[in-house]
């Protein structure tokens, strides 16, 4: 079982925007500015597409946004492409003994 | 442009140790963490653990305690993540990243490296 909580799945059609949530506590998500998001497509290594809440880094399309509200963190893709299709895992920083801490991944389908 | 390159798969009985290198190549090694994430076949993300090049230092997640052991060698700018006593358990794939964001974020990773433990 996961630290933080996210939806197994969510689908969406191309062009439509759907968001991924991310749960977690007052000692991890809640209590932190130091939430990511990762992209990741089969048998490739995850990509960093947030950092700290709602930071991009370069090169990251800004249909990709991220945002957080009390314990629940959530990332928003926008206009959804083909190739967004990939399991997304959010994580956290967290104040036990573990440090970091992700979620068990929701796999976006588009339809 | 930045990048980090891992050793290829591996082979353990049960009750051995892996060592897998993170070879570091495009920017200052010794500036920036390093982390490493396993994931088993089909499974999400684990994090282990992290390490300072410059300093050495580490931190490794409770879960690991006692079992992992993260060094480098700054001299080939190459972070090490041993891995004792294993079991299947542990069979998965291992992955370096590095430390992108103050606290935390992970750009770019490694390409992984495939652990299998079986008798």
């Known amino acids: 079982q996961s630290a933080l909580t996210q939806p197994a799945s969510v689908s969406g059609s191309p062009g439509q925007s759907i968001t991924i949530s991310c749960t977690g506590t007052s000692s991890d998500v809640g209590g932190y500015n130091y939430v990511s998001w990762y992209q990741q497509h089969p048998g490739k290594a995850p990509k960093l597409m947030i950092y700290d809440v709602s930071k991009r880094p370069s090169g990251v399309s800004n249909r990709f946004s991220g945002s957080k509200s009390g314990n629940t963190a959530s990332l928003t893709i926008s206009g959804l492409q083909a190739e967004d299709e990939a399991d997304y895992y959010c994580s956290s920083y967290t104040s036990s003994s573990t440090f970091v801490v992700f979620g068990g991944g929701t796999k976006l389908t588009v339809l | 442009q930045v990048q980090l390159v891992q050793s290829g798969a591996e082979v353990k009985k049960p009750g051995a140790s892996v060592k897998v290198s993170c070879k570091a190549s495009g920017y200052t090694f010794t500036s920036y963490d390093i982390n490493w994430v396993r994931q088993a076949t089909g499974q999400g993300l684990e994090w282990m653990g992290w390490?300072?090049?410059?300093?050495?230092?580490?931190g490794y997640a409770q879960k690991f305690q006692g079992r992992v052991t993260m060094t480098r060698n700054t001299s080939i700018s190459t972070a090490y993540m041993e891995l004792s006593s294993l079991r299947s358990e542990d069979t998965a794939v291992y992955y370096c990243?590095?430390?992108?964001?103050?606290?935390?974020?992970?750009?770019?990773w490694g390409q992984g490296t495939l652990v299998t433990v079986s008798s």
């Open positions: 390490m300072n090049p410059n300093s050495g230092n580490t």
């Open positions: 990243a590095r430390l992108f964001g103050v606290v935390l974020g992970f750009d770019p």
